[in-house]
């Protein structure tokens, strides 16, 4: 079978809370051509019931990978879409399912791609927001309450709409180093937050706000894995240099590493600093 630009598509659920949004997400992505559906934190559900729900879709649902954290479920994706009704104070683009649909395509090419969706009742809290490379309102009327899995089919349906009806075939890399996955973004934010740190930035600032404008930023600039280490080693010599200064710095915060239902994390370009 060809493989074709939705086959980078994962469908991310963020602690999902009936079994019936996932089965009718399923039922969704197997009519619009996505394969891949990750749950993070879910319910309780019977892969057999869902199937009794959502007809023909096995296939989809025997491959569903389950992840702890959402860190895990989003380390290896080069580019991820957050749907959410609310808009943020903080600088965020935000695009209409069709804009965000073909900007994932466009990575599609170089690396998994994820559409993110939050919980029933609340949506994606704003620390998962943070994960979201840009978010997706879809219009509606001052209504904007669209069940689960109707905003999953919304944002699919624009998917294959961009992929040509799943028949585009993946086009080669378009740059010499490949996309920045999740995981290494969060990598160079811990490692950037503890060089800020370590020069007291955040003793007149509030550190919770500079974090999240400098994700807002980084993700529009949308660096490569070389790019992205190349800033990490930036933040790394300001810690080191402190060290040898004997300025006491704090310790780095543990970042996560892709889970065992990822893929395996892009080797890092030589000559540049991977610590963990």
């Known amino acids: ?27 969704a992505m197997k009519n619009m051509g996505a394969s ?3 749950l993070v934190n879910p319910c309780e559900y019977d892969p057999y019931r869902l199937e009794g729900i959502a007809h023909d879709t096995f296939d ?34 935000i695009l209409a399912p069709r804009e965000a649909a073909a900007e994932l395509l466009g990575y599609a090419a170089e690396g998994p791609v994820a559409l993110l969706f939050g919980r029933e009742d609340s949506g994606l809290p704003n620390d998962a927001l943070d994960q979201a490379h840009l978010l997706v309102t879809i219009p509606t009327t001052e209504h904007a309450s669209l069940n689960l899995a109707q905003a999953a089919l919304v944002g699919l349906y624009e998917l294959h709409l961009a992929a040509a009806d799943a028949t585009r075939a993946l086009r080669p890399p378009r740059k010499d180093a490949p996309p920045s996955r999740q995981h290494e973004y969060e990598m160079f934010f811990a490692d950037a937050e503890r060089a800020l740190s370590s020069i007291e930035f955040f003793k007149t600032r509030f550190p919770e ?23 990490r080693a930036i933040a790394i010599e300001v810690v080191r240099f402190l060290e040898r200064a004997g300025v006491p710095v704090p310790p780095r915060k543990p970042t996560p590493k892709p889970g065992s239902g990822a893929a395996p994390a892009a080797q890092a370009p030589a000559g540049l600093p991977d610590e963990p």
């Open 1 to 27: 079978m060809t493989e074709t630009s939705l086959d980078a598509v994962r469908v991310v659920m963020f602690e999902p809370q009936n079994p019936i949004n996932i089965a009718a997400t399923v039922r």
């Open 60 to 93: 989809i649902i025997e491959k569903i990978e389950r992840f702890d954290t959402l860190e895990e479920a989003l380390a290896d994706c080069v580019r991820v879409a957050g749907f959410t009704a609310r808009r943020r104070a903080a600088k965020r683009k």
């Open 209 to 231: 706000y500079i974090i999240r404008s400098m994700r807002s930023l980084t993700y529009r600039a949308a660096p490569d894995a070389r790019e992205i280490l190349l800033m």
């Open 36 to 38: 891949r559906l990750r």
